[in-house]
């Protein structure tokens, strides 16, 4: 964090030079020309901001249109030299461009903003600007900063420029921001503290799940430095199917863990939307700030978004079909990991299957997998009475991992609430029993 304000403070210096110099050629008529100020050498700086700025190459222009973008985050009074008022018009400069906030007190910079301190009245100048906004460069490629849509009919520079949030941190504390679960990131970070030795699974689902971590951990390597890019899709979708409680959402936690990924679990009730185009919106949101992220999203009973198209009797059924069409390119165009998980493989689209790189079948247990969970279940200072036969109840109980979960939890709660370490024959049947009816099941 510290290096992270040395280099900070003398890359604001640098710019406030430059943004002197530019007004001072706007301003005063002996100021033909721009002094050229070249930016301060970081090349032999460790800190975050030096290594980033080194990895992606910035040029001066376009370290000038982060550092932009930056100011209104750690040195807003900065820009104060572009509130003048034009005695002409009576009111600010058109080329400054800027916005004004609803609660910041400071200027807003926009892509007019940018131009003017790069380009000036230089017309092939402001031209290259505007490329540093197209979605082929990096800033764009990388989720690091944009132009916010301007309003219909309005020029494209006029959008406030905005640097993502998480570069933001990365930039100035050192530290990987993680997103807060809001409307405009309807998602949840998903961990665990269980290892994959804790996992009961058939040994060939397991296979496959290695699988997928070994694209996580060397897919990079295999399109870039093997040459795959262009031949291979980017990202890798998934599909994992099976009951509830099969350990869907436990995988997917592992192989975060197992690979240094956050998991996100994608909250579908704030994704699907009655409004036509607004669920589409929301996805792209997701999907924009996923990217080049390592992150896996995950989409627990997927069939809400990504079930079977259906025909086309009126002007829903249209637009419900229009939905998924655009998910099937989304999910192509994503470089990460997705993971949709349902219960039903049959409710999921076809030509999301055609898509998808791994489908894994997540069983319900057999009665020797289900004595291993059993036996595995309860907490470390808890007694089982003599009567409770775990080989007994796992051969005669159907029952899958979270399901027996659900029944360790009850009868621990009862042993507790009776101030005793026992865990009682009868508290075991009476959450089977609970369990079974929740399924619409007899014992």
Not at 175 to 180: A, C, D, F, M
Not at 244 to 251: A, D, E, F, R, V
Not at 372 to 398: S, V
Request: aromatic share 8%.
């Amino acid at each position: 964090m510290n290096e992270n304000a040395l280099d900070l403070g003398l890359e604001l210096d640098w710019f406030a030079r430059v943004l002197e110099s530019r007004i001072k050629s706007c301003f005063d008529e002996d100021c033909v020309t721009l002094p050229r100020i070249p930016p301060p050498d970081l090349g032999e700086s460790d800190s975050c901001y030096a290594r980033f700025i080194r990895h992606y190459d910035l040029q001066p222009g376009e370290r000038l249109v982060l550092l932009l973008a930056l100011i209104p985050h750690v040195r807003p009074q900065l820009l104060d030299a572009l509130w003048r008022t034009n005695a002409e018009t009576g009111r600010g400069f058109t080329q400054f461009g800027g916005l004004r906030g609803t609660a910041h007190g400071g200027l807003i910079p926009t892509g007019e903003t940018a131009a003017f301190i790069l380009a000036g009245d230089d017309l092939a100048a402001r031209f290259q600007v505007t490329q540093m906004f197209e979605g082929d460069h990096i800033f764009a490629l990388h989720a690091i900063l944009q132009l916010s849509p301007a309003t219909a009919g309005e020029p494209l520079l006029s959008g406030a420029l905005t640097l993502s949030r998480e570069y933001i941190s990365w930039l100035t504390t050192a530290t990987v921001r993680k997103p807060n679960f809001n409307s405009e990131f309807p998602a949840r970070l998903i961990t665990t503290g269980l290892e994959w030795e804790e996992l009961v699974l058939p040994r060939t689902t397991l296979e496959q799940l290695e699988e997928i971590g070994h694209w996580i951990l060397y897919g990079d390597r295999l399109m870039r430095d093997w040459g795959m890019e262009g031949r291979l899709q980017p990202g890798c979708t998934c599909l994992f199917h099976g009951p509830p409680g099969t350990g869907k959402t436990l995988s997917a936690g592992l192989l975060g863990k197992q690979c240094g990924c956050d998991v996100y679990r994608i909250d579908l009730s704030m994704i699907v939307s009655k409004y036509i185009g607004e669920t589409e919106k929301n996805l792209a949101r997701i999907f924009d700030m996923a990217e080049h992220k390592r992150w896996i999203l995950f989409f627990d009973e997927a069939d809400a978004l990504f079930g079977k198209r259906t025909r086309v009797d009126d002007a829903h059924d249209r637009y419900a079909n229009q939905e998924i069409s655009f998910l099937l390119q989304r999910i192509e165009e994503f470089n990460g990991v997705a993971i949709l998980a349902s219960n039903m493989k049959a409710n999921i689209d076809e030509a999301f299957n055609r898509r998808l790189q791994a489908v894994i079948h997540f069983p319900m247990p057999g009665p020797d997998e289900r004595l291993r969970i059993w036996k595995g279940a309860f907490p470390q200072k808890a007694i089982l009475e003599e009567r409770i036969d775990l080989g007994q109840i796992a051969e005669k109980h159907e029952l899958a991992g979270g399901t027996i979960m659900n029944v360790v939890r009850h009868a621990s709660l009862k042993a507790l609430s009776r101030n005793s370490e026992t865990i009682l024959l009868e508290d075991m049947e009476e959450g089977i029993r609970r369990e079974f009816r929740k399924a619409g099941r007899t014992v």
